[in-house]
């Protein structure tokens, strides 16, 4: 699957193009196949997507395939090539890749667990230690049918009143010192050692024993329980280390964000110019008071920013007691009403994401004295600023816009920057805009 998985999107890509140009009787000579060499670096290796949604299927389908067009056909204007293929090869080829990387990653995904289904496809696996983290990886193995692994039970010391926790339906196989040969006699594939890592002694005895089986062995440290941001194996120095809180906006990452940001952000000024003009008349008309608001909000790792926003108030408060806008608020102008309901006051903001104060996608930045107040009643709420705050985010596209009255809201609001940060790539920052233009002219939630 892992072959598959690598070679399915750059096959496919290519399939397309070659299907494109026959169709339209074109001879496949030399810069056909300098394209397909392009197109097929481009997408090597590809990605599975077998654990995705539908939705996350299509989406990020298109919104790939979407960036490396913008990409071939900059390059292939800029250096001439792009007259070389008729033109409506190309269109089709562009309309036709996206549809088919989605078909055919979806049916991988429909035909997958099927296939692993089947007894003689699938591997056998233990596990070491019925502990909290223990119980959460055998969740997963038997809640994945992409996995195609079988869970026969757990091994474990302690006896089954001890563990009430765990169940009736786990299966408790025996104790430590049993699970070697248990692994010899039944043909054991695989092996995860889920005890605790105080328990040092016990796991190198265990390890011991497990030196005359072929079973393959993993570790699962308990520091897993907690909840990861990025989680990766990483190196220091040679030393191995586990990244449990970190970044995603590290090494080539980070440059293709920031890249994103400064294109973006000095197209949509230019084409927003004359807008920016008549909203600062509108706002110097609409009461007296600066037509810039400029507010102190947390930026990347918590350090202060000064964030730009279209005035819509009768006040600029920027203490540290700042009461939420709600709804029917007197504060707010008329005129200010209606920029914060279609979310106009924010434009500005994109000079902030050219200064690289901001980005356009990220969790939005809330007022420091909100940040101070809600630090400590939510867990993992500083987390968010890990990353740059953005102009909309993914919690906003989800019905988290505008006041959030209660904690709870707040702590929803959260989760889906924190979710952002786990599962971030170009192109769900590209849907995430596409799906603020939608969302801004029929959201209520916003005053």
């Known amino acids: 699957m892992s072959l598959v998985g690598m070679l399915l999107d750059p096959v496919l890509v290519v399939l397309v193009l ?3 140009a026959l169709f339209h009787q074109e001879r496949i000579d030399a810069h056909y196949v300098l394209l397909a060499l392009i197109a097929f670096s481009l997408n090597f ?12 299927i299509v989406r990020d389908t298109f919104g790939t395939w979407f960036l490396q067009s913008l990409i ?3 390059f292939g204007y800029a250096s001439g ?3 070389l293929y008729p033109m409506e090869v190309l269109l089709a080829w562009f309309a036709a890749t996206p549809l088919t990387l989605s078909l055919a990653h979806l049916a991988l995904r429909h035909f997958v667990p099927q296939l692993l289904s089947r007894q003689s496809h699938q591997r056998s696996a233990i596990i070491a230690g019925m502990s909290s983290t223990g119980l959460s990886l055998a969740g997963q193995l038997r809640g994945n049918p992409f996995l195609g692994i079988r869970l026969a039970g757990f091994f474990d010391d302690r006896s089954r009143q001890r563990l009430e926790t765990a169940g009736a339906d786990q299966i408790l196989l025996g104790g430590i010192g049993s699970l070697a040969a248990f692994v010899k006699e039944n043909r054991i594939d695989q092996i995860y050692i889920t005890l605790p890592m105080a328990s040092q002694p016990r796991i190198l005895a265990l390890l011991d024993d497990l030196r005359d089986t072929t079973a ?17 194996m990483d190196q220091v120095g040679g030393m191995p280390v586990v990244a449990v809180c970190e970044s995603p906006f590290i090494g080539v990452n980070g440059l293709i964000k920031r890249g994103s940001d400064i294109v973006l952000s000095l197209l949509i000024l230019i084409l927003i110019a004359p807008l920016l003009a008549a909203i600062a008349v509108g706002v110097k008309l609409s009461s007296p008071g600066p037509v810039l608001f400029r507010q102190r909000r947390y930026g990347l790792d918590g350090e202060e920013i000064v964030v730009y926003k279209f005035r819509s108030m009768t006040v600029c408060e920027d203490g540290h007691h700042i009461a939420q806008a709600t709804r029917d608020d007197r504060r707010i102008t008329r005129f200010g009403a209606f920029l914060r309901r279609t979310s106009l006051d924010e434009l500005p903001q994109f000079v902030n994401a050219l200064q690289g104060r901001m980005s356009i996608v990220g969790p939005r930045p809330h007022a420091i004295a909100h940040n101070e107040i809600y630090r400590k009643l939510i867990k993992g709420y500083m987390v968010r600023h890990k990353v740059k705050p953005g102009i909309t985010g993914w919690a906003q596209v989800n019905g988290y816009r505008g006041e959030t009255e209660t904690v709870e809201k707040m702590q929803k609001r959260i989760e889906y920057d924190l979710e952002y940060l786990r599962h971030w790539s170009l192109a769900l920052d590209l849907w995430i805009i596409v799906k603020t233009v939608l969302v801004v002219f029929r959201d209520r939630n916003a005053y």
């Open 18 to 20: 070659v299907t494109a």
């Open 216 to 232: 393959s062995i993993y570790f699962v440290p308990d520091i897993f329980v907690t909840d990861l941001i990025q989680g990766r």
């Open 72 to 74: 071939l056909a900059f």
């Open 45 to 56: 290796p590809g990605v599975a997507r077998l654990q995705s949604s539908r939705g996350a």
């Open 81 to 83: 090539y792009l007259s």
